[in-house]
């Protein structure tokens, strides 16, 4: 299984990066500079402290810090977390399975008002060419049925689609990627909302990624991010 924070996050990841990872959308706060909003995402994590275990840590400045705990094994991982903030919440998330099916649920519960901030399940089942994913969350009776399919591993092209079910209304979201040369991503992606998105994602250096967003929907919206993560082919 994959180690990274969050755990529950590891069913229909495929599918969820492919059409929402490195668009241009902030988080709820953010800096506002003239006509721009700027954020900082930091994550990372401490290898085994002992077998299975590790920590992980998210940043992201201005408004949301955690601090994660996960042991992970072959057929099982669970996290528990905690926001640095005036008001914490304690997440807990696990999931289990194997290579081609797995199940999870993910609960959170705010301290201040001392009600769950999240109640969410959801299964997958994965294949080499296809990543097929339902999730449910409890709180706002949203359902999320996804499907990556990876057409063509050498150039890293895949499409994925992800159908939205909630308040009585449904929204389909399809995309795409290619990999143009060896250090170059394109995406591109339409909403049945009448949302437009394509971005360029360039590996500069090793591990350093500079990526050009554009966002269609009333206004358009450019966005411009720079980020240091470690390349695919690093990745255990």
Not at 185 to 206: D, H, T
């Amino acid at each position: 299984m994959e180690k990274s924070p969050g755990i529950y996050l590891h069913i229909g990841k495929k599918a969820r990066e492919l059409l929402y990872k490195d668009y241009t959308q902030q988080p709820p706060d953010s800096y506002n500079v003239g006509s721009f909003d700027l954020s900082i995402d930091l994550a990372g994590q401490v290898c085994e402290i002992v077998p299975g275990l590790t920590t992980a840590f998210r940043f992201i400045i201005p408004y949301q810090n955690t601090v994660e705990l996960q042991y992970m094994r072959e057929h099982v991982g669970i996290t528990s977390g905690i926001s640095l903030s005036s008001t914490p919440s304690f997440n807990l998330s696990g999931v289990t399975g194997n290579s081609f099916f797995s199940i999870g649920t993910d609960v959170s519960y705010n301290t201040n008002s001392m009600k769950f901030a999240k109640c969410n399940a959801g299964l997958s089942f994965n294949t080499a060419l296809v990543v097929a994913s339902l999730t449910f969350d409890g709180l706002r009776d949203t359902f999320r049925a996804s499907c990556y399919c990876n057409m063509l591993p050498q150039t890293n092209t895949a499409i994925a689609a992800e159908l939205k079910f909630a308040g009585g209304g449904s929204v389909l979201t399809f995309g795409t990627q290619h990999g143009l040369f060896a250090n170059t991503m394109l995406k591109a992606r339409v909403s049945s909302n009448g949302k437009l998105g394509a971005l360029i994602s360039q590996q500069l250096f090793p591990s350093f990624f500079a990526t050009v967003a554009a966002e269609l929907r009333g206004s358009p919206k450019l966005g411009l991010s720079f980020s240091v993560r470690p390349n695919d082919n690093d990745k255990k």
